[in-house]
C-alpha cells in the first residue's frame, strides 16, 4: 500500500513513517484516528481559535498558533489580537473533518482550544479544572483530586464530566450558561480548587510554584479566559500516542492514561460519543462562588511576584558554599 493517498480532497503523504520517537504509531495511523473520530472531535473545536502541537521528524514538538502562510484557502480562520504578543494572530477554526486531516497531514497531533468561542461575546463555555500529579505519583492520585473536585462542585450544586488529559492527569470540565465573564468564571474556579484543596490538603494543592507543592497534586485553575486547554479525543505527543479520553465517573478507578492510544482508542469508542453523554447540562455559577473566588488572588500573578520576593532574598542573603 502507498504512502501517499488523497482523503476528503486532502492530499497525504509519507503516511507510514513514524509519527515521532516513542509514538509506536506512524502518521498513518494518526490519520486513520483523526478520520474515525473526526465528528466527534470536531464538535469540541468547532468554531474555537486553535492551536495545535506538531511533530517534525528529527526535530522538537512545537506549538502553532498562526496559521502558515501555505494553508489553503477553503480553511475556515479568524484573526485576532494577542496582547501578550501585541500582534493579530490568525487561528484556525477546525469545523470539519477535512480541515482535520489538513492538520494530520501537517503532522500536528495535539488539538487545543480556547474557552471561549471566536466570537466570544457570551463568555467562557466551561469551567476547567486540570489536576497534575507530581512526576512521582500514580495516576491514582489525579483521580483522588478529581473526586475532590466533585465533592466541592456538588456541594455548591454543580456537575461537571471527566477525562483522561492524556498526558499524566485529569481534567474536570462543567459546562457554562452563557453570559458569564470571564473574570467572574476565573474566580469561580479559582473558588472550585481552593475548597478542594481545604478538603484534603495532604492530598492535593493550588499552589502554583513547583517546589511549594510538596508532592500533591496540582489543582489548576488557570485555565480561563484566553488559556488554552487540550480537547477531548485529542492525540497527545506522549509515548505510545495516548489519547486525551472521556471517562465516567465511576469508571475512573479502573483506567489509566496509557488505556487510550490513537491504536485502541476507537475500539473502546465504536459509534459513542462519551463526551457529549456525560456532559452536565449547562449550568449558572453561584454568587458565593464567584464572591469567595475574587479574595483568591490569581496564582500567575501572585506566583511573578513571590518569585521576585524570592529571588531577591537569595541576592541580598546569598548561602554559603558547602
Known sequence: ???????????????????????????????????????????????????????????????????????PDWLHRVTVWAESSHREVT???????????????????EYHTTLLLAEHSKGPTHLVLDLDPSPDQPFRQAVLAAKLIRAALADDGLAGAVKTSGAKGVHVFVPLQPGLSIEDVAAATRAVAARAE???????????????????????????????VVAAYSPRIRPGTTVSFPVGWADLDNVTPQDFTVRTALDRLGERDPWADEMPEPQTLPADLIEEGHTIPIARVQAMHEGKRRARARRENPQPEQ
Do not use: H
Not at 487561528?91 to 497531533?109: H, I, P
Not at 510554584?209 to 489543582?219: K, S, Y
Open 1 to 71: 500500500m502507498g504512502s501517499e493517498e488523497v482523503r476528503a480532497g486532502v492530499t497525504l503523504t509519507n503516511l507510514d513513517k513514524p509519527l515521532f520517537d516513542g509514538a509506536e504509531a506512524t502518521k498513518r495511523d494518526l490519520v486513520d484516528y483523526l478520520e474515525a473520530v473526526g465528528d466527534r472531535l470536531v464538535r469540541q473545536l468547532r468554531d474555537r481559535p486553535l492551536s495545535v502541537v506538531r511533530v517534525r521528524p528529527g526535530q522538537q514538538p512545537f506549538m502553532q498558533k498562526n496559521l502558515p502562510k501555505y494553508t
Open 198 to 228: 481545604r478538603l484534603d490538603p495532604d492530598l492535593a494543592t493550588t499552589a502554583f510554584i513547583r517546589e511549594d507543592r510538596g508532592g500533591r497534586v496540582f489543582l489548576d485553575s488557570t485555565r480561563a479566559g484566553g488559556g488554552t
Open 91 to 109: 487561528y484556525a477554526l477546525c469545523d470539519d473533518v477535512r480541515t482535520l486531516l489538513w492538520f494530520g497531514n501537517q503532522r500536528a497531533v
